[in-house]
Every structure is written in C-alpha cells, then in structure tokens.
C-alpha cells in the first residue's frame, strides 16, 4: 500500500507524462535524435562483411543482336576486367548471340550480381562499354523503358519517339543535364543511367510524350522551374503549384475520313469472275482452229491500227482548221456601241437644255426693278 501511494503521489508532482512504447525493443535509442548520422548516404561495401562468400552460384544471361557483335567483341577485354575487380566471372558466347554473368568464389557482395546482370542488358541496348560500366558503382541505376507497345501506329512512333530526341538530339540533352542521367533511345527501348529519382522522372518523361499527353519541351520547362525553387530554403515546406505553369493541350481538329457508301446487303455471294477459257467459249474461239485464230488475232490488230491512225489524222487535220469567225460576238458589240451613242446624245441635249433656262433666269433677274417693291 505504502507503494502505490509513493508511486500516485510521484505521478502528481510531474504531471508531464511520458509516452508509453509497445513491445520490447520499440524504444528510443540515443542515436536517434544525433544531427551527424546521415540516414539516407548508401554506405561503399567492405568485403569485410561477408569473409565467407557466397554459398551457392548465381548466373544472369542476355541475348544480342547481331550488330553488336563486333563492338562487344572489340570491348569485351575491358568490361572483363572491370568484373574481375568484383570477383564475378563473365562469358561472351558469339554462336548463340548472349552473354552471361555469374559469381565466383571470391565474389563478397552479395547484390553485384545483379549489377552486373544490369552491365549486359545496357550493353545489348547499344550503351557505350565504358559508360555502362559505371552500373557496377552503388550510387548509380539503370532503368530500360520499353516503348514499342505505347504506339500502335508505326508512323506515330517514329514521329513521337523523334519529338522525344528533338532536333541534333537537343531535348535530350536538355533532360540529361537537368535530371543528371545518361539517356539513349534505341530502337523501341530508352535506356536510362542514373539516380533513383532521375530514373523515375525519366520514365514519366517518355511515357506522356509516347502517349501524346505532354510535349518534352514543357517537361523540360517544368524541371527547369523546378530546380530554380529547390534553391530556396524558404518555399521548401511550400506547395510550388502556384509557381508552375500550366499547359492546356489543343484540340485540332482533323480531316474526316472519307465514308464509303454501304452497299445493300445480299446474303448470295458475288459471281465468280469468269476464266479465259469461260470468255473463249462464250466468243466461240475455243472451237477454232489455229489459222483461224491467227487470222482473228491479225484482224483485231489491223482494226486497232485503222483506229489509231484515223485519230491521229484527225488530230493534224485540226491545226489547219480556220478559227470560227465571232458572229454574234461582233453584234452585241455594235449594239452595245450604239446605245452607248444614245446615252451621250441624251446627256448632251439635257445639259443645252439646262444652260438655256440658267440663261433666261439672268435675263429676267437684270430687267427687274428695285424701285417698283421701295414703298
């Protein structure tokens, strides 16, 4: 009893009460508050952690196309030696078209096997040897977009897949150097080197710009201003949608395909069209002889030449035709002539008329008065 009322009146001088954990280890550790560990740096791998090695072997193996063949055997030397300082072995099989990668004895990092699976399927999607190799390094990713299954249309790929690359491959230097990533378009694949969050806007990037959402261009725009405000400690906590811009997509109106005309429907078949031998037998040349046929095939031709030649003569008879003299053409000109002198006798005999009576209007207006109104 003396117990429980030591401990109640303990609670009531500190009434702050502390935070109950659940389980037993859920409790808060003295490095938990430390500014100087940084959480999120990926730690270089020390051998030292794994003396042993692996317990079981683990092979990794990727096919080639045929032009690769010469580069990768040219640089093969290169990207074995780069293996060998991990301790993974790897094997080029030119008569198959594949290349494989497995550990070793004196392999120690359990996850460079799946680097190295990484560095073959780079290379067979045409990347460089010596930048795919930088794979093997832990800060950076690879990612392989495949975007042969976005378009239907092939035109439409080939169009949108150069919109992604833009002219002398400008867009796509711009989104290298603003996303800090190696990109390379490759046949139906975009292959992509870098860090996690570059990678995952790279593939944002290429898969609106395949579907025909967003144009490159404005992403490029976007992560311009994006990075502008990541400057700024202050808009850190701050939504930045007020900042960015805003892009509406047009609507153009494209031509309409022409409709065909729906034929009525029949449920017989159309007839069969009909063979040579049907059309000699319906003529009658099927029964004939051989001179004969000769004969008609001489006769059609001389028929065909009479014809020809007849329009030919019409065609030179034409240039020494006289031109048809302009008959009627040449009376509605006279006519029009004519009332053309009618109206100009009429207007000249108006205008005398007029000047007669302004004439006689003076005459009058002179021999008046002025006396004859003074009162």
Not at 45 to 56: K, R, V, Y
């Amino acid at each position: 009893m003396a117990e429980t009322e030591e401990k109640l009146q303990q609670e009531n001088q500190n009434p702050e009460k502390k935070p109950k954990y659940k389980g037993k280890h859920n409790k808060p550790k003295p490095w938990d508050d430390d500014p100087n560990i940084d959480r999120w740096t990926i730690q270089k791998f020390d051998p030292a952690w794994n003396p042993t090695g692996m317990l079981e072997v683990s092979t990794f193996s990727t096919l080639f196309p045929r032009y690769r063949e010469k580069y990768l055997q040219d640089s093969w030397p290169r990207i074995e030696s780069a293996l060998k300082q991990y301790g993974v072995a790897c094997k080029l099989n030119l008569v198959e078209g594949s290349m494989t990668v497995s550990t070793t004895r004196k392999t120690r990092d359990p996850y460079i096997v799946v680097k190295a699976r990484d560095l073959i399927q780079l290379l067979s999607r045409s990347v460089p040897a010596p930048q795919a190799i930088k794979i093997l390094e832990d800060e950076v990713q690879c990612d392989i977009i495949k975007i042969g299954n976005l378009v239907r249309n092939k035109e439409r790929f080939v169009k949108r897949r150069q919109r992604l690359l833009g002219p002398n491959s400008s867009t796509l230097k711009a989104m290298e150097i603003l996303l800090d990533c190696y990109i390379l378009v490759q046949g139906s694949t975009v292959a992509a080197m870098g860090s996690f969050k570059g990678l995952k806007q790279v593939r944002r990037v290429v898969e609106e710009c395949l579907r025909n959402e967003i144009h490159p261009v404005y992403q490029i725009k976007n992560l311009m201003m994006k990075k502008e405000l990541a400057k700024d400690p202050a808009l850190a906590t701050e939504s930045w949608d007020r900042f960015l811009p805003t892009f509406r997509k047009k609507n153009v109106q494209q031509k309409k395909p022409k409709s065909k005309e729906k034929k009525a429907y029949t449920p017989f078949p159309p007839a069969q069209p009909q063979s040579k031998i049907d059309k000699q037998l319906e003529s009658g040349e099927y029964f004939m002889t051989e001179n004969k046929k000769s004969e008609k095939k001489w006769q059609e031709k001389q028929e065909k030449q009479t014809e020809k030649s007849a329009e030919k003569k019409r065609k030179r008879d034409e240039s020494f035709r006289p031109p048809e003299e302009p008959t009627q053409n040449s009376n509605n000109n006279s006519n029009k002539s004519e009332e053309g002198k009618k109206d100009l006798t009429e207007l000249t005999e108006s205008l005398k008329s007029k000047t007669k009576a302004l004439k006689k209007q003076k005459k009058t207006q002179e021999k008046v008065n002025a006396e004859e109104y003074i009162a």
